[in-house]
Each structure stands twice: as structure tokens, then as C-alpha cells.
């Protein structure tokens, strides 16, 4: 087959706008962390002003807020040589806590590539990488990429399309957090129902260990505790509410994790299960969303599973059909979508 140059050439721009833009990830965390957007967020400025209001040598960031406007992540005013955020930008770089936080994402995959030689072997061998191995900026990254999301539709969207649930945490129930990481849906939970009690658990002890640091913050810790549990052996029911957030394709059996589930639940209790959205079938995911969750995957969610006992792995695009199968599965009669965003499906499981 001859290659045809305009097809060629259509994937050489391709394939530069993805290496400018893996390369720009290193840019994107450095501006956060070293507060160069939330400086620029404050008006324009030229680079030797950003320089001096962000304690950095100007050379350096005179060649970063290049690089960042080349990118269409900061705006550049020829006439005037100022560079600055525009409302959208500063939006999604400077808020932590706010619903969308690009800085978090890239965190995340930087840190996950990381681990690029070790994942480069557990392809050759098979055997699986744990969680727990990653970088340090792999579990800040998760819990500031995934916190956005949660902020945003946790307590007004997911809980309220639960069966009975959202009067119920107002009058106050216990309830489960499983895989629950630096404990940020449990915070969230906490916070906006005062009357319930949150038992978050996760078998990555330094990230339960966080969690516990967090709650300690937030003045939660009467209402709040974490524990360090697989969750195939997490204990303390019957719960009225469980919960797993981003969690259960990254178990190695997750079968045994939602019989476990089932076995800690009240008999009219609720799983809510949040997923990465996907669709039924490989094709519907090829798009950029299906692009970030797969290739995440295989840094993390496959050898993660395949690390733990079971050896099993969903992977972070399965979608709807094998989570329903788990859950029927382990006994659960009920199961069904109760919300979406773009980048999550959320279920609820029940007896
Ligand atoms: C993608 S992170 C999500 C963390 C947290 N739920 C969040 O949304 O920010 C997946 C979490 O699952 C945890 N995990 C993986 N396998 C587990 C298992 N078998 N039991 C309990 N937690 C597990 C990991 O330690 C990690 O914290």
C-alpha cells in the first residue's frame, strides 16, 4: 500500500501537538506549583514582573510563558509583551477546589509515568505493579483530579439519584467509603451531612494515613474515621451506605470486594458504585475522553489489579455491563444508572 502524503502528513500534526502537549504536562504542574498561574490570574504581567511576584529567575519564566501561550494555556499581547490568564484559564488553573482543575490531571499522569521502566516490565512478565509502588504525586494527583468531579456532583447530583438515600444521610446513617484514597469523597460527604458517621477505608495505609491528616483539618475527626482495609476485608457493618469511587476497577478481585460489600451492608442498604464513563463496546470509547481513561489504565488501574489477589482486572473503560454482572453476581437484585458526567457513571447496587 502506497502512504499517502496528505494522510502522512495529517498524522505527523498530530502526533506534534500530542508531543508538544506531553511535554507542556511538566509546564502545566510546574506553573502550579510553583504559583505562576495564580499570580498571572491577578492581571497581566510581563515576565520579568511574574519573576519577581513568584520568587523564580525570569529567564526561566520568560521561556515557560512562551512555551504556555504557544499551548493556548496563558494569552500573549504582542504590542504590549504581557502575557495573562483569560477568566476560563485562570478557572481551570488556579482552583483547587473548584470544578475543574487542570493542574491535578497532569500531576496525576506525571507522576503515573513515573513509573514508565517498571510498567515497561510488568508488560514483558505480566506480573502487576501496585498502587502503593507509584510516586507520591500519583496519590496527590488522583485526589486533586478526581475532587473536582466530586465537588461539583456528589452532594447535588449522584446522592440525590439515589433510592431514599440523600433523607436518609440528612437524618443520619453510617456509612462505608471503600478504595477511598486521601479520603476526599469522604470529606465531602461529611461536611454536607453533619448527622451521618463516615468510615473511609483503603489498603494504601500512607494514603489512609493522609486521609486521617485531612479529616484532623477539617475538624471532622468525631464524624470521620479511616481505616487501613482491603476492600474484600473492610470491617465495622451493617452500613445503610457504601460506597466506591473510582475504585473498583483497580481491585484485583472485584468480585470478592462487592460480595464483601454485600455481606456489610444493612439489608435495605445502598452501594453506590462510581465509575470511569465508558461505553459498551471498545469503539465507543475511542475518542479523547476513552484515550485519557485507557492510557491512565495501563499505568495504573491494569497492574494495579493485576498486583492484587484474584489477578483480575476490569480495566477503567469496562463500562456498564460487567459492573451490573459483579454486582448480580455477588447477590445484589437491584442494580441501575443513576448519573452521569462526562467523565463518570455512577450505579446503584441493592439487595
Ligand atoms: C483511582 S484511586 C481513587 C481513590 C479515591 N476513591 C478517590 O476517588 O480519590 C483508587 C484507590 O483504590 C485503592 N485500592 C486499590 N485496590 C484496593 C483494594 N483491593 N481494596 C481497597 N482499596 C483499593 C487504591 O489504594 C486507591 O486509593
Known amino acids: 500500500m502506497a502512504v499517502s502524503e496528505d494522510r502522512l502528513m495529517e498524522f505527523v500534526y498530530k502526533f506534534v501537538g500530542d508531543l508538544g502537549a506531553t511535554m507542556a504536562a511538566g509546564g502545566v504542574v510546574l506553573g502550579d506549583r510553583l504559583g505562576l498561574y495564580?499570580?498571572?490570574?491577578?492581571?497581566?504581567?510581563?515576565?520579568?514582573?511574574?519573576?519577581?511576584?513568584?520568587?523564580?529567575?525570569?529567564?526561566?519564566?520568560?521561556?515557560?510563558?512562551?512555551?504556555?501561550?504557544?499551548?493556548?494555556?496563558?494569552?500573549?499581547?504582542?504590542?504590549?509583551?504581557?502575557?495573562?490568564?483569560?477568566?476560563?484559564?485562570?478557572?481551570?488553573?488556579?482552583?483547587?477546589?473548584?470544578?475543574?482543575?487542570?493542574?491535578?490531571?497532569?500531576?496525576?499522569?506525571?507522576?503515573?509515568?513515573?513509573?514508565?521502566?517498571?510498567?515497561?516490565?510488568?508488560?514483558?512478565?505480566?506480573?502487576?505493579?501496585?498502587?502503593?509502588?507509584h510516586d507520591q504525586d500519583v496519590f496527590l494527583g488522583c485526589e486533586r483530579f478526581f475532587r473536582p468531579g466530586y465537588s461539583a456532583n456528589l452532594v447535588a447530583a449522584w446522592l440525590p439519584a439515589l433510592d431514599g438515600v440523600e433523607d436518609a444521610l440528612r437524618r443520619g446513617i453510617r456509612v462505608a467509603d471503600v478504595g477511598c484514597g486521601h479520603g476526599a469523597s469522604t470529606l465531602l460527604m461529611a461536611r454536607a451531612y453533619p448527622r451521618s458517621t463516615f468510615t473511609?477505608?483503603?489498603?494504601?495505609?500512607?494514603?489512609?494515613?493522609?486521609?486521617?491528616?485531612?479529616?484532623?483539618?477539617?475538624?471532622?475527626?468525631?464524624?470521620?474515621?479511616?481505616?487501613?482495609?482491603?476492600?474484600?476485608?473492610?470491617?465495622?457493618?451493617?452500613?445503610?451506605?457504601?460506597?466506591?469511587?473510582d475504585a473498583l476497577h483497580d481491585m484485583g478481585d472485584p468480585l470478592g470486594a462487592a460480595r464483601h460489600v454485600r455481606e456489610q451492608l444493612a439489608?435495605?442498604?445502598?452501594?453506590?458504585?462510581?465509575?470511569?464513563?465508558?461505553?459498551?463496546?471498545?469503539?465507543?470509547?475511542?475518542?479523547?475522553?476513552?484515550?485519557?481513561?485507557?492510557?491512565?489504565?495501563?499505568?495504573?488501574?491494569?497492574?494495579?489489579?493485576?498486583?492484587?489477589?484474584?489477578?483480575?482486572?476490569?480495566?477503567?473503560?469496562?463500562?456498564?455491563?460487567?459492573?451490573?454482572?459483579?454486582?448480580?453476581?455477588?447477590g445484589f437484585t437491584r442494580f441501575r444508572r443513576v448519573a452521569e458526567t462526562p467523565f463518570n457513571h455512577v450505579y446503584e447496587a441493592r439487595p
Open 38 to 133: 495564580r499570580a498571572l490570574a491577578a492581571g497581566p504581567l510581563r515576565p520579568q514582573e511574574l519573576a519577581e511576584r513568584t520568587a523564580t529567575a525570569p529567564r526561566y519564566v520568560e521561556e515557560w510563558l512562551r512555551g504556555q501561550a504557544a499551548g493556548g494555556y496563558v494569552q500573549y499581547d504582542g504590542t504590549t509583551g504581557e502575557y495573562s490568564l483569560t477568566e476560563e484559564q485562570a478557572f481551570a488553573l488556579t482552583d483547587p477546589d473548584g470544578p475543574i482543575f487542570a493542574p491535578g490531571a497532569f500531576q496525576l499522569a506525571l507522576g503515573a509515568l513515573k513509573a514508565e521502566p517498571r510498567i515497561v516490565e510488568a508488560f514483558r512478565t505480566g506480573d502487576g505493579f501496585g498502587w502503593h509502588q
Open 200 to 245: 473511609g477505608s483503603d489498603y494504601h495505609h500512607d494514603s489512609v494515613e493522609r486521609a486521617r491528616k485531612r479529616a484532623a483539618e477539617a475538624g471532622l475527626n468525631g464524624q470521620v474515621r479511616f481505616d487501613t482495609a482491603s476492600a474484600q476485608t473492610f470491617e465495622g457493618g451493617p452500613y445503610d451506605l457504601v460506597t466506591t469511587f
Open 267 to 330: 439489608a435495605d442498604g445502598t452501594w453506590m458504585i462510581v465509575e470511569p464513563a465508558a461505553g459498551p463496546t471498545v469503539t465507543d470509547n475511542l475518542n479523547p475522553v476513552g484515550r485519557v481513561y485507557y492510557s491512565f489504565s495501563a499505568f495504573l488501574c491494569v497492574p494495579s489489579a493485576l498486583s492484587q489477589e484474584g489477578g483480575y482486572s476490569l480495566g477503567a473503560q469496562a463500562g456498564e455491563e460487567p459492573v451490573r454482572r459483579l454486582a448480580t453476581d455477588a
